[in-house]
């Protein structure tokens, strides 16, 4: 590595791209460049192959069935069950080696390993545990927990009982916990005292407490002690069950996975939409278990052997299936880590690798840009030479990011995989085969073998390479979601409206990102095309923004958009009408951006809050946002002619200026 990166700037100024590294390609999980066009020939039968990297109890009889399009059903009538795969069949040959390494915040504290035997021992516990309180096949536990391991065996536990699980992370607000467990009808809870963030204490059994007293019906709770002494000194109710003691109840037990239809529910996990209320997106236990263990074997090219690191939070979809599901399917180590990057230094993330030998790293672009902010001399008092792969997904990574990465983390003998997928498609959906693809910085890569995603314009018609369109799928595939949760409506408006011919039986998903193509079919994710709002890597609705804005008293009316920010990706900016007899103050902003944090979480603070007699509105009164764009990002106005009310914008770019 040198710092003269002049000539890499120069490739990737010319949108050069890179071939994989030969020590990889040599040893690649997905070695055969035949794979692209037998998975087109031979679909949907070629996701057998990804079935067959479980274990079922019956096999299916059918791949998939189409007949109740959109709702697709996949390895029908199979029978298994996802905490048996990621932990039973690996008893035999691999119980002593470590399942999870968990790395917690505190460097004084001891990391803690799980075996396969240890770990499979645990959740047999806690499901019987989960029995002891009552929770039967089909019953929505609800977990509100940091990255610590009791996180990773509840879902194992809930998997083994077929009780769907349904992760709210720990981020978030009272509120946003209580929502979701109203929607969900969850009527049991898992969370914990507390849990360390830059060295300090923090308490989380408050605000779990505060989000139970807004659940319509009543809960058992179940409360991990991750604190210890540092702890808060809170009393459990009646209603609540220490983690520990239901553990110890249950010593040594074991508890039969249950089978599970391929299309009974594995999970929930709610997200944000268009619309104020957060959807709860419903994955099954075979066709995304299958896509979770197939895609991380075929990108991540995962081995038992490999120590895989993803530095996510279980808390989002992609914690869910490349820390949790994926890899424990295929038998490897998988890591956890409770902490922040950058505590107690720069430099955690690669002590980490270093000490534990990570062989891939899987994060997020924001992350990227942090790190090359901080600068390599963090990296470079590091031996990462065990790093193997490096993955990235949530957003856009933009070339400078890419090659920062490339050379100063993979020392230009690791693939990059930039993956493209959404809580809805369960897995990635875009990326390279990393053995078989050339890289190009910026771009995600081509579909998937057997996945068909096509570029269009609004009439659904294919776009020449180059132009900017919308990203559409036009075929199922095994990981996608079924439904929103009690809501197939919804799922129908959200999803399958915009392109699909219902009359013709031609089904087309829309997942609401824009993105180009160029002539070897490469896609560049352009981002959201809906009002959702991508704030490093996570995805908030300017809706519920919004309700919280005009939820603070004073208060008449509100917008939100999403302005560029050179670390978030994008940040929160919101323009505020005051009510009669309010003035535009700094007690007012503050009071703008607590209500928020209250019922979000702190990701969602407004980044600006600009305070306007009026909002840019078209004659039929509908808010234009494109022109707040415009001004959060500092760019020049659009055309302001169909605007009701001209002048107001050139006010409001004044004001954002002077706040
Ligand atoms: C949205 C999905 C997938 C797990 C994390 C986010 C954006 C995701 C990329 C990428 C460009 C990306 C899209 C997508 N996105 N990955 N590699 N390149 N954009 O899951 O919260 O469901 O958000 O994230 O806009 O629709 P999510």
């Known amino acids: 590595m040198t710092d003269d990166d002049g000539e890499l700037e120069a490739r990737l100024a010319e949108g050069e791209s890179f071939e994989p590294p030969a020590s990889f390609v040599e040893q690649a999980n997905a070695a055969d460049p035949a794979i692209y066009e ?36 996949w390895f029908v009538n199979g029978k298994t069950n996802a905490s048996y795969n990621c932990l039973d069949r690996h008893l035999e040959d691999r119980g002593d080696e470590i399942a999870l390494q968990w790395v917690g915040e505190p460097v004084d504290e001891a990391d803690r390993a799980f075996t396969y035997e240890e770990l499979h021992k645990e959740v047999n516990e806690f499901a019987a545990g989960l029995r002891d309180l009552g929770v039967e096949a089909d019953d929505v536990v609800t977990m509100y927990m940091p990255m610590v391991p009791e996180l990773a065996i509840a879902l194992l536990a809930c998997a083994r009982i077929g009780a769907p699980h349904s992760v709210v992370f720990a981020g978030f607000s009272a509120d946003a916990l209580a929502t979701r467990m109203n929607a969900a009808e969850s009527e049991y809870l898992l969370t914990c005292d507390g849990y360390y963030r830059r060295g300090d204490p923090l308490d989380h059994f408050s605000k779990a407490n505060n989000g139970l007293s807004g659940v319509d019906h009543d809960v058992s709770t179940i409360v991990v002690d991750r604190l210890g002494d540092d702890g808060f000194g809170h009393d459990l109710s009646d209603d609540q069950t220490a983690y520990a003691d239901l553990i110890a109840e ?54 038992p052997e490999d120590t895989y690191f993803c530095s996510a939070d279980i808390g989002w979809i992609t914690g869910h299936s490349y820390i949790v599901y994926g890899p424990l399917a295929l038998g490897t180590t998988t890591m956890m880590y409770e902490g922040t990057p950058d505590y107690p230094d720069k430099d955690r993330l690669w002590e980490i690798i270093e000490e534990y030998e990570a062989t891939q790293l899987y994060t997020a672009p924001t992350a990227i840009r942090a790190f090359m902010k901080w600068g390599r001399s963090y990296p470079d008092k590091h031996d990462l030479s065990s790093l193997r792969l490096l993955g990235t997904v949530g957003e856009p990574i933009n070339p400078r990011a890419w090659k920062w990465y490339y050379t100063h983390i993979g020392d230009e003998e690791c693939p990059i995989v930039d993956t493209w997928w959404q809580t809805e498609t369960g ?11 050339t890289m190009k910085p910026g771009s995600a890569g081509p579909p998937l073998p057997g996945v068909d995603v096509r570029v269009v314009n609004v009439a659904g018609e294919e776009v020449d390479p180059g132009q900017a369109g919308y990203l559409t799928v036009h075929k199922p595939w095994p990981g996608m979601l079924r439904t929103l949760y009690n809501n197939d409506e919804r799922f129908i408006k959200e999803y399958w409206q915009e392109y699909s ?98 019922a979000i979480g702190p990701i969602a603070k407004p980044e600006s809050v600009v305070f306007t007699p009026e909002l840019p509105k078209t004659r039929s009164g509908k808010i234009m946002r494109r022109l707040l764009e415009n001004i959060a990002n500092g760019e020049e106005l659009g055309n302001t002619s169909t605007l009701r009310n001209p002048d107001v914008v050139e006010d409001i770019q004044a004001r954002a200026q002077n706040s």
């Open 38 to 73: 037998e998975f087109e020939e031979n679909w949907p039968e070629c996701w057998e192959q990804a079935a067959d990297l479980i274990d079922w109890y019956e096999d299916y009889d059918e791949v998939l069935d189409e007949s109740n399009a959109p709702f697709y059903e």
């Open 250 to 303: 249950n010593e040594g037990a074991t508890v039969e996975p249950v089978e599970r239809d391929a299309e009974d529910m594995l999970f929930l996990m709610y997200t944000s939409g268009t619309t104020g209320k957060p959807k709860g997106v419903k994955h099954t236990t075979g066709g995304y278990l299958s896509w979770a263990a197939w895609t991380a074997q075929n990108v991540l090219d995962i081995k």
């Open 427 to 437: 897995g990635m959906i875009v990326t390279t085969l990393p053995g078989l693809k």
């Open 501 to 598: 011919d219902p009359e013709a039986d031609e089904w087309v998903y829309f997942p609401e990102d824009g993105a180009k193509i160029d002539d070897n079919g490469y896609i560049t994710v352009l981002g959201r095309v809906d009002d959702v709002i991508n704030v490093s890597g996570h995805r908030l609705g300017t809706m519920e923004i919004e309700s919280a804005i005009v939820g603070v008293e004073g208060v008449a009316e509100a917008a939100v958009v999403g302005g560029s920010h050179d670390i978030k990706g994008e940040a929160v900016y919101a323009y505020v009408i005051t009510e009669e007899g309010y003035e535009e103050n700094e007690e007012l902003r503050q009071r703008i951006i607590d209500g928020v944090n209250e």
